[in-house]
């Protein structure tokens, strides 16, 4: 199964949820993705549809407007996937933090493997925390071919 | 009599190389195109790792015909492969091909999301705009040849392109429609524009969507091998020419934005039936047939 752990790690494809960001951090995202940064030769796509994501991506901190969404999103998402929440507000509640109508951190409604903070995470520091991603997604492959 | 490796063996593997062929064109797309917006781009066997790590995730599966049906547009686009590379009937393939669309079309209704039935009602408008071209192209193709048949492109002594130059061009339009490329990309979408988040594949994931993508291959080369046809006396010009079709293909992809269904009918229609039928005439009028 070797090869498909390589797979795996070669191809993680991304969904971008805005979590109620100030867009500062989907800007980041966004060149990450143009050619500067290009993160489409590690194999990284924007995808856009739960179903074929390994990915979540998510901005911004959990409210209670919208974590029933994200909620959904992460459970259409099949096995093996990962959660990297990038920047402040999405990593603990930033500037927001207990507003009344925020809950917090993302991870107060999706379980997050990898947090990129700062106000706004830089690209550099977003693809650094891929990185981190990509070898918790190979873990948890393994995992899953030793609990069969 | 028929050499037996010749008429058995050589094409079996030549099915057999069909999808792995298709996506290293899909791979060497990717690059080219990256290079084309000043990006490095993926390595050249990405499309093997995306389709490879789709076919390790887990099942999700939302009706109990889908499988079956994605399986269809895969078994289907290489049955009509095996009928190209085996020389039978260039109608009984065009057939086969429209079966192939319609396992995805029926695979994308067969779900409640709204985004796969839009993606399936624009999967049916582009097959509207290339299959009316597919069928003049392969009438032009019996009235220079005599035969509907693949191996009748192959007795005739000169090169198909010298008659038909306009059916080659109009087949391009075909190539860019199967290919889901820029100005016809209306039905399913990558990268940036998701309004209809992946449109007719939406509903497919894990194993499906492999099964879809390598289907997908096939058909791109199966419309690229009937170009390559068209210097049927030295194939490896054929297939420089074919490579030249794709590679314009990729350019037009990057130029040119979506089109609506509206402008993409009128375009393929005008364009295509225009030229396939100048030539006709002019194949008429020269005495060739």
Known sequence: MDIMNKARVKSPW???????SCNGCDIEILAALAPRFDVERFGIINIGNPKQADVLLVTGPANRRNFRVLKNLYDQMPETKVVIVVGSCGSTGGVFYNCPNVLGGVDKVVPVDVYVPGCAARPEQIIDGFILGLQKLAEKGKKKVEGR | MPDPVLSYALPVLLLAAFPFIGGLLRGIDRKITAHMQSRIGPP??????DVIK???KKPFITSQFQPVLAFGYL????????ILVFRLDLLLLLFTVATADVCLVAASFNSKSPYSHIGGMRELLSVLSYEPVMIMSIISIY???RSFLVGGIFSLAYPLLLLLPG???AMGFVLIVEMKKSPFDISASMHAHQEIVRGVFTEFSGYTMAMVELGHWV?????LSIMAYFWAPNLLIGVGLALLLFFVSLVVDNIYPRLTWQRMLKTTWTFGFTLILANLVALFLLGGV
């Open chain 2, 143 to 145: 009235f220079a040849t």
């Open chain 2, 219 to 223: 058909k791109m080369m199966l419309i």
């Open chain 2, 75 to 82: 078994g289907f686009s290489l049955m009509a492969a095996a």
């Open chain 2, 167 to 169: 059916v080659f061009v």
């Open chain 1, 14 to 20: 991304v969904l971008h949820f805005n979590c109620g």
């Open chain 2, 54 to 56: 789709l076919w390790g």
């Open chain 2, 44 to 49: 050249v066997l990405q499309p093997f790792y």
